[in-house]
T-cell receptor, first 115, second 112 residues
């Protein structure tokens, strides 16, 4: 059973471009979480999704950021018109149903650098 | 802020010694989890302790939880150089929709 997969592992974008980060949860997991980690900091929650539903997006910036978890395919975190402050490591985690009260399994992360 | 806080911020010990790391939080939790992160890598789950549990063991790891003091400790016994990493506690707050709130982490260095 493969772990949580994220791609790309490293992404470089210029200011104003779009960044798309992908996350494939572990097999059988229907809960996906996105977190952001700034240098020398802990992870900060961004959004919690189940298939085709956003459950909690209280950690998402109001503008430029969006997330989806379609019925088929990976979860996508999309950042439009990136700025230098978006440079960070973005981690995806998944957990099994029913409610995600148990261990969250993390992917290796996508390190976004905005030039 | 609901953010957990770990202490110390950094810990340096000799191989073979025990390492104790602490975490405090502010509101009621469903569970508390400890993770390890090697430099530039993802997070590895170490252990989960639920709010109705007081102590758990996993190999060389021992975690305690004191809900009256809102604190937890992670003990690594007989440390190894490979234990060198950052350690984070993460809390699943009651009513928080199972999202985890992380502290800033503890940097552990184990000298060979």
């Amino acid at each position: 059973n493969a772990g949580v997969m994220q791609n790309p592992r490293h992404l470089v974008r210029r200011r104003g471009q779009e960044a798309r980060l992908r996350c494939s949860p572990m097999k059988g997991h229907s809960h996906v979480y996105w977190y952001r980690q700034l240098p020398e900091e802990g992870l900060k929650f961004m959004v919690y999704l189940q298939k085709e539903n956003i459950i909690d997006e209280s950690g998402m910036p109001k503008e430029r950021f969006s997330a989806e978890f379609p019925k088929e395919g990976p979860s996508i975190l999309r950042i439009q018109q990136v700025v230098r402050g978006d440079s960070a490591a973005y981690f995806c985690a998944s957990s099994p149903p029913p409610r995600g009260t148990d261990t969250q399994y993390f992917g290796p992360g996508t390190r976004l650098t905005v030039l | 802020s609901q953010q957990g806080e770990e202490d110390p911020q950094a810990l340096s010990i000799q191989e073979g010694e025990n390492a104790t790391m602490n975490c405090s939080y502010k509101t009621s939790i469903n569970n508390l989890q400890w993770y390890r992160q090697n430099s530039g890598r993802g997070l590895v789950h170490l252990i989960l302790i639920r709010s109705n549990e007081r102590e758990k063991h996993s190999g060389r790891l021992r975690v305690t939880l004191d809900t009256s003091k809102k604190s937890s400790s992670l003990l690594i016994t007989a440390s190894r150089a490979a234990d060198t990493a950052s350690y984070f506690c993460a809390t699943d707050f009651a009513g928080a929709n199972s999202k985890l709130t992380f502290g800033k982490g503890i940097t552990l260095s184990v000298r060979p």
